[in-house]
């Protein structure tokens, strides 16, 4: 397992800016885990409709951890392996572990489901602990890929391509898939990074499918943070509105 003290003593002290594929997903990811981990936490057994909604997030973020862990081996993997043979093994027999947690934390998320009143709080208690251990568990996975995968990718492919395999990546995405992750990655990004990530898909998407990714994850930004946006990448600032000027 590693520390802030062991990352703090390998981690270089300045490093060139390069493309970093993983940071901004890897961002959303966190931020949908953890608010699932709370959720899970906080969860009324007795409210059904709670237990319906909160057990649907879960489910969703599965889904959204199982296809991430697919893009990466088809993607991201792959590369490393054309280029670095070996380098992406760690990271791959991880993916394969993380498989095997999914499966048995739908396992569970399904017994809560059906579970009869009595037996609710014990399953739920046991759901929010497994599922803490996932997002430990990724955590950790996902500092080791933003570390030595990135040192493997930036040492073998320039910026240029790396940019080509992410846009891949992000073709190969169905929109429910986009707008998920907008929802989580936007709110979760820092304004230069909303701005350069929402500023793209401006340039590059349909103006439609441009309103539909806005439409994801305005409700989810404050207002400042959503007035900034909105003047780096030039649309109307007033809510719901995507106009360009
Ligand atoms: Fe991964």
Redesign the pocket.
Known sequence: MNTPAAAARTAPAATVARFDMYVSIHKALRHFMTDTLHRVGRLDVTDADEVTRVLGQVDTLLTLCLD??HN?NRFVHTAIEARQPGSAAR?AE??VE?LESIDVLRHETRALAGAPAAERNALALRLYRHLALFVADNFQ??HF?ETHNNAALWAAYSDEELLGIHRSILAALPLEETLLVSRWMIPASNPAERAAIVGGMKAGAPAPVFAQVVDAFRPHLDETAWDKLARAIGVAQQPGLVDVR
Do not use: A, K
Request: glycine share 0%.
């Open positions: 991430h862990v990466e990271t991880d993916h993380h996975h996902m890929e």
